[in-house]
């Protein structure tokens, strides 16, 4: 097998040495949120209990592939291996060669195997977590070389699991000694009150939005078709707009992390601004995707309280920007926009539907819209998230810990593996964790007569089961 052949990646790597616990709440559809995990202070990436020992890694984790094999790769779970797979690798196979590619590094596992021919790279790529693509069916051998290549790459970027965690108490005395704990919280910290996460099958938002006829759901927050036509996000905002103030014991939990003075930041992908009403001060608050607190004309880029747009947010109506009003009224301000056509659809939709001409439309002056200040897809991430991680947190963090994310959007913990993966209701889980610790954790949704059955996962060594058993 020619070296060449493998993509290549960066010479120098560190590995992560802060502890990580991930909380995964099982009580959507969403993938698993509790673990703790070390963080990986170079990328920022790692999200979970997590204690801080760890290394400095550089930005070279990112490298090109220039191949459609990218595009194709479909990671597998190690519970999956062997779903759809011919011949794939058994899941002790699978753990033996990433020890081994680990141990004898690349060039001399190629050695090893591909060069030795003691396995195929089709049956290879199984043992990194990847499904052979269906173009791929019928092609030599060598036509999974590049495939291979990524998926070593991927698998030594991995941040190493610290074996000296593995045990929920190991995870309660992480909590106990820990002074400086990032908190990375999704969309799951705020199901139990009723509000939708987004990818959970049947259930999350994405799920329930099929009516709209996107091509992709997530377009509803893609700012490119918000510019077009506001009125489709606008439809749906009601749906992820909290109904009351009220927060979750989940919330609770990072609120007695930082009355005991342990939190350092919480980092939440929400945007339903629940972490503000729990009691979080906003020197501890990054909002990576922005909030429904504030609200900004898209227009003159004037801003204002939430509040003022709450009425239209709830009413399905585009919220229009008073200023931009106010200086048209004095023949000032506002934007040249085209008319929707007698049928109600936009221009940008109306083809799918009908054959009207563009004669139909015409240009009229109108204000701004306002925009809750959330971050779309397509946008920035706020400058706050960044300076924050690398320019404070990094230094000072000795435990992460994720609650209620998939992870899938930015920011991204991506390449990890926790320490201590805790599933089930995040509520549960955080409160059987401040029960352990000594603490108490007040909230109404908790019973105090609660019991919590906690098992091992089988095939895991460090993964958890939460069960309520009697309220």
Known sequence: MARERLIDRPASRTVSKIPTVEVVDLTSDEEPQTALNPLDR?????????????EEQTGDDQWESGSLYEDALEELEDDRLIDGVGDPCTLDEALAFRKRLRFVGEDQFITE???AETITAKKLCTAFGIKPPQFLQDAPDTAYYPLLGLGISRELSKRIKLP?????DDAVDLLKRSKNIIVLTGAGISTSLGIPDFRSKGTGLYSKLEYLGLSDPQEIFDIE???DDPSIFYSIAKDILPSSNKYSPTHAFIRLLQEKGKLLTNFTQNIDNLERHAGILPEKLIQCHGSFATASCVECKHKVKGEEIQKDLKAGRV???????QQMKQGKGGSMKRKRSSNGQSKRNRHKFDDSSDEEDYAIKVAGVMKPDITFFGEDLPQTFHDR???HDRELVDLVIVIGTSLK?????SHVNFDVDMLGDCDVVVAELSRRAGWELRHEMLSQDQGVEIQLQDGHESRYLFKVIST
């Open 389 to 391: 991680l690398v320019k």
């Open 225 to 227: 078709l918000f510019r």
């Open 409 to 413: 959007v930015a920011p991204p913990v």
């Open 42 to 54: 170079g990328a920022g990436d790692d999200a979970s209990l997590d204690s801080a020992e760890d």
């Open 319 to 325: 919220a229009s920007c008073e200023r931009c009003f």
């Open 164 to 168: 000296q965690y593995s045990t929920v």
């Open 113 to 115: 195997t591909i060069e």
